[in-house]
């Protein structure tokens, strides 16, 4: 029997309750990371609920309770296969949440993203609510994959209207579910950038891909020359639409070519012509190394993460 959206997605939502009242936690690792620990000898198939749900592991039936099973099928993330099953989603702890997003490898088109990046931009997010000082009434994570940051500011910040948006349906239902087991309100839009949103807003908060990624997936391929394209686009639509004393707080890569930083020049440059303060700073200064054998990196000395704050005055 097919079962509608709503009902894939309640079962969905009773499943990771379940997991919480289980007291399953695990960290998401990097693909990289992911792939090493899943080759060691003994790590082919699932022996515990952590192998399941964070691993990836194929697994037999017996091995979790038979109501979980039953609301895998439910929430059509339950695959069969000739090594038995499979989870289609992971679930991964941050900021005392869980959070639901696709499973490993993330190679399809509109897989949802969730690793250590997630939580480096929500710890920068976070860290800036903490300086903040003028209320929060409307906030707008671009490109919210899981929801995570915004889920973030809504649990901040309750009674501000915080809107998710993404061009990735898929993203923005796993948004949805997340913000419902994290008992927060929040707004899933699809909207490329802020196109199909309007007015103005007191945060923008966005992790958008920075990767030159040669299969094109929505949630790696940043676009330009380097990656850098959809991160700048970011700063061009903040610009634009940041309230009097709204900020923009952007977490992304930087690719760093004879000692230059190209998109920082780029990005304070339009900061700069909108009449924004900005402040730019260098989170990790050397992350993803694995990728400067990429013919797209030949000429970098490194891939930096890098976040830019850039906040509009207030009219006197």
Same mark, same amino acid.
């Given at each position: ?109 509109? /897989? =949802?993203?969730?690793? @250590? ?5 929500? %710890? !920068? +997010?976070? #860290?800036?609510? $903490?300086?903040?000082? &003028? ?47 994290? /008992? =927060?309100?929040?707004? @899933? ?5 802020? %196109? !199909? +949103?309007? #007015?103005?807003? $007191?945060?923008?908060? &966005? ?110």
């Amino acid at each position: 029997m097919m079962l509608d959206q709503h009902e894939t997605t309640q079962a969905l939502v009773e499943l990771v309750q379940a997991l919480r009242e289980d007291g399953y936690a695990f960290t998401t690792v990097t693909p990289a990371s992911h792939a090493h620990v899943n080759r060691r000898p003994g790590n082919e198939r699932a022996r515990s609920i952590r192998d399941v749900f964070g691993w990836s592991r194929p697994f037999d039936e017996g091995l979790l309770p038979s109501r979980w099973v039953a609301l895998m099928r439910r929430a059509n993330v339950l695959a069969e296969g000739a090594d038995g099953l499979r989870s289609t989603i992971r679930v991964s702890s941050l900021d005392g949440e869980l959070f639901v997003h696709s499973a490993y490898p993330p190679e399809a088109e509109d /897989a =949802v993203f969730f690793g @250590p990046d997630t939580a480096r931009f929500v %710890s !920068a +997010v976070i #860290g800036h609510l $903490d300086t903040r000082t &003028s209320p929060l009434r409307r906030a707008v994570d671009i490109g919210c994959g899981s929801g995570a940051a915004g889920i973030a500011v809504a649990k901040r910040a309750p009674d501000a209207e915080v809107v998710l948006v993404d061009v990735n349906p898929a993203a923005l239902r796993l948004a949805g579910v997340n913000a419902k087991l994290a /008992a =927060v309100t929040v707004e @899933p839009r699809q909207s490329n950038l802020l %196109s !199909a +949103v309007e #007015g103005s807003f $007191d945060l923008i908060v &966005s992790n958008p891909p920075f990767m030159v990624d040669r299969l094109g997936r929505a949630y790696r391929h940043g676009g330009g020359a380097a990656g850098e394209g959809l991160s700048l686009a970011v700063v061009e639509a903040a610009a634009e639409r940041l309230a009097p004393g709204g900020s923009l707080v952007l977490f992304t890569g930087a690719v760093i070519v004879d000692g230059e930083d190209a998109f920082r020049k780029a990005a304070t440059a339009v900061c700069e012509r909108a009449g924004l303060d900005w402040a730019y700073r260098e989170f990790d200064s050397d992350a993803y190394g694995e990728e400067l054998a990429d013919p797209a990196y030949a000429k970098a000395d490194r891939i930096a993460l890098v976040v830019l704050t850039a906040t509009r005055r207030h009219q006197p």
